[in-house]
């Protein structure tokens, strides 16, 4: 009996010991994971340091894509923005050189097909860039190296100067004659031509495309002539369907272009005829002067011809400034009428010659009237629109 109870007791024993050693064991085993999962949490390749690096080399690349970005946007800005110049001339944002000279007529397009069309790479004769096979709208640069220059002179009628409208003309209205805003957008006007010493006028008589039901104006060969149109609602309104509403209406979109569109002004226009002949300054033009007698240079067969219908009606790379029909333009007359410019097709180039001035009600639809764009810069005005 005493044998079978030292057995046990020696049993116990041994189970207690076991116990304790693989406690101890289990207790060493908790610590050796403890400190893995220490290192791994917080140590030199841990698993925080890791997330610390993760979110340094996420920051990091974030920055270097947004750099890229930033880079390629620059890109893309300047490619779009960038300024193209042609002697000296500058191309405005949303338009594209086509051809021509700064002494024969530079000529510009809204359509990138257009583009070089016609330069002198592919082009021998410049003073003569053709109409056919250019999509877009045209228009074509008007300098003006002298702002001195720029004013208003006596014009021609039947072969003689006329200065009958001389001393009744002004520009702009007088106060209480003129809409509002009149003498603000004249004086944009000035002060863009004087910057860049020059301004675009369309290429063509104002034509007319449907598009959607809607009647928009284009400056195209071959396109319809923008006849029977008013001035505008009165001398003070000038509505929303006149020459006036339809020219501002033309180049709107500021992101796209900068420039802004405009009817021709009356001083536009004899800056157009100083330009083709010089001698318009001193009412001492030659005899067979286009800007005095314009016979053969413009459609007076009696017959409405389409817009740029004769490559003979050209002169300085812009067509039909003689007959067709008459042109509004921005000038008041005696403060109750506004003055058109040049001849109609009913006429002769000689008693109608493209200098000419007359003048109509601004509500009055005249069958013979059209009407002219012309563009400046607005980049150069530091006006808000």
């Given at each position: 009996?005493?044998?079978?109870?030292?057995?046990?007791?020696?049993?116990?024993?041994?189970?207690?010991?076991?116990?304790?050693?693989?406690?101890?064991?289990?207790?060493?085993?908790?610590?050796?994971?403890?400190?893995?999962?220490?290192?791994?949490?917080?140590?030199?390749?841990?698993?925080?340091?890791?997330?610390?690096?993760?979110?340094?080399?996420?920051?990091?690349?974030?920055?270097?894509?947004?750099?890229?970005?930033?880079?390629?946007?620059?890109?893309?800005?300047?490619?779009?923005?960038?300024?193209?110049?042609?002697?000296?001339?500058?191309?405005?944002?949303?338009?594209?050189?086509?051809?021509?000279?700064?002494?024969?007529?530079?000529?510009?397009?809204?359509?990138?097909?257009?583009?070089?069309?016609?330069?002198?790479?592919?082009?021998?004769?410049?003073?003569?860039?053709?109409?056919?096979?250019?999509?877009?709208?045209?228009?074509?640069?008007?300098?003006?190296?002298?702002?001195?220059?720029?004013?208003?002179?006596?014009?021609?009628?039947?072969?003689?100067?006329?200065?009958?409208?001389?001393?009744?003309?002004?520009?702009?209205?007088?106060?209480?004659?003129?809409?509002?805003?009149?003498?603000?957008?004249?004086?944009?006007?000035?002060?863009?031509?004087?910057?860049?010493?020059?301004?675009?006028?369309?290429?063509?008589?104002?034509?007319?495309?449907?598009?959607?039901?809607?009647?928009?104006?284009?400056?195209?060969?071959?396109?319809?002539?923008?006849?029977?149109?008013?001035?505008?609602?009165?001398?003070?309104?000038?509505?929303?369907?006149?020459?006036?509403?339809?020219?501002?209406?033309?180049?709107?979109?500021?992101?796209?272009?900068?420039?802004?569109?405009?009817?021709?002004?009356?001083?536009q226009w004899d800056a157009i005829m100083t330009w083709i002949d010089p001698s318009y300054k001193t009412s001492n033009c030659d005899e067979?002067?286009?800007?005095?007698?314009?016979?053969?240079?413009?459609?007076?067969?009696?017959?409405?011809?389409?817009?740029?219908?004769?490559?003979?009606?050209?002169?300085?790379?812009?067509?039909?400034?003689?007959?067709?029909?008459?042109?509004?333009?921005?000038?008041?007359?005696?403060?109750?009428?506004?003055?058109?410019?040049?001849?109609d097709y009913h006429n002769s180039g000689s008693g109608n010659p493209t200098s000419s001035r007359w003048n109509n009600y601004p509500d009055?639809?005249?069958?013979?009237?059209?009407?002219?764009?012309?563009?400046?810069?607005?980049?150069?005005?530091?006006?808000?629109?």
């Amino acid at each position: 009996m005493e044998k079978e109870k030292k057995v046990v007791e020696k049993v116990k024993s041994g189970i207690r010991g076991i116990t304790l050693i693989a406690l101890v064991v289990t207790i060493i085993v908790l610590l050796i994971l403890a400190g893995v999962a220490i290192n791994l949490t917080i140590g030199t390749n841990g698993i925080f340091t890791r997330a610390e690096n993760a979110v340094d080399r996420y920051e990091i690349a974030s920055l270097k894509e947004q750099d890229e970005l930033n880079k390629a946007s620059n890109f893309i800005d300047k490619y779009m923005n960038e300024e193209v110049k042609v002697e000296g001339v500058k191309v405005p944002k949303g338009f594209y050189y086509v051809g021509g000279t700064k002494s024969d007529g530079i000529v510009i397009s809204d359509a990138k097909a257009d583009e070089n069309k016609y330069s002198k790479e592919k082009y021998t004769d410049q003073a003569n860039i053709p109409g056919d096979g250019l999509i877009g709208n045209q228009f074509v640069w008007v300098p003006v190296e002298n702002i001195d220059e720029f004013i208003r002179y006596t014009s021609y009628y039947k072969d003689s100067p006329n200065s009958a409208y001389f001393i009744e003309c002004s520009e702009p209205s007088p106060e209480g004659y003129r809409y509002p805003n009149e003498l603000e957008e004249y004086n944009n006007m000035k002060q863009s031509v004087e910057d860049n010493k020059g301004f675009y006028v369309a290429r063509y008589e104002a034509g007319k495309e449907n598009i959607d039901g809607v009647d928009i104006v284009v400056s195209k060969k071959g396109a319809e002539v923008w006849n029977n149109i008013t001035w505008g609602e009165s001398m003070t309104s000038i509505g929303t369907e006149g020459a006036v509403a339809k020219s501002q209406g033309m180049y709107t979109d500021k992101s796209r272009y900068n420039v802004t569109s405009t009817l021709i002004y009356g001083v536009q226009w004899d800056a157009i005829m100083t330009w083709i002949d010089p001698s318009y300054k001193t009412s001492n033009c030659d005899e067979k002067s286009f800007v005095r007698n314009s016979t053969d240079k413009g459609n007076y067969s009696g017959k409405l011809a389409r817009c740029g219908s004769n490559d003979n009606y050209r002169v300085n790379n812009i067509y039909d400034l003689a007959g067709n029909v008459f042109e509004w333009t921005m000038k008041e007359k005696s403060t109750g009428y506004r003055v058109d410019r040049g001849g109609d097709y009913h006429n002769s180039g000689s008693g109608n010659p493209t200098s000419s001035r007359w003048n109509n009600y601004p509500d009055n639809p005249d069958v013979y009237i059209r009407f002219s764009c012309s563009f400046v810069f607005i980049d150069l005005l530091k006006i808000n629109y």
